[in-house]
């Protein structure tokens, strides 16, 4: 098992919303193992996808399913929306729901509490990138 994270930066235009996304290993001498982007036009675009963050599980469902499964996700990083009604990081309750909605519990960071319960470890943090 070891352990990777993924970043995310957006870029927000007048006709589209750019996501781009990175995986490296955890040991930060890894070369990228996998990159992607998605490109959203604004004229055509269900709302609810960017504003839930949804279309970033789906990112994260596509990197789990290209990458070998000796990979462990520790960390989610998100760059900060400018424009938070039009793009947003999904909200950890969401991120959980959607690894177990979706038989992924394997493949990122979590342990088990003294009731047996399912703790996901995995990070998601939002940064906010000036420039």
């Known amino acids: 098992m070891e352990m990777f994270r993924v970043r995310f ?13 990175t995986a490296i290993l955890e040991n930060n001498l890894s070369p990228v193992i996998y990159e992607g982007r ?7 675009l269900q ?11 789906e990112a994260l469902d ?18 900060a929306s400018h424009n938070a009604g039009i793009l947003q990081a999904p ?10 909605e979706h038989g992924l519990l394997e493949r990122v960071k979590y342990h088990r509490d003294d009731e047996d319960n ?7 943090i ?6």
């Open 9 to 21: 930066i957006n870029q927000i235009t007048d006709e589209t919303i750019r996501i781009g996304y």
């Open 38 to 44: 998605q490109v959203f036009y604004r004229d055509h």
């Open 47 to 57: 709302p609810n996808l960017l504003k839930t963050g949804e279309a970033a599980l």
């Open 62 to 79: 596509n990197i789990f399913q290209a990458i070998p499964e000796k990979y462990v996700l520790k960390q989610v990083a998100f760059e």
């Open 91 to 100: 909200k950890k309750r969401l991120f959980n729901d959607y690894i177990m």
């Open 118 to 124: 399912i703790i996901i470890d995995t990070n998601l």
């Open 126 to 131: 939002t940064e906010l990138r000036i420039g």
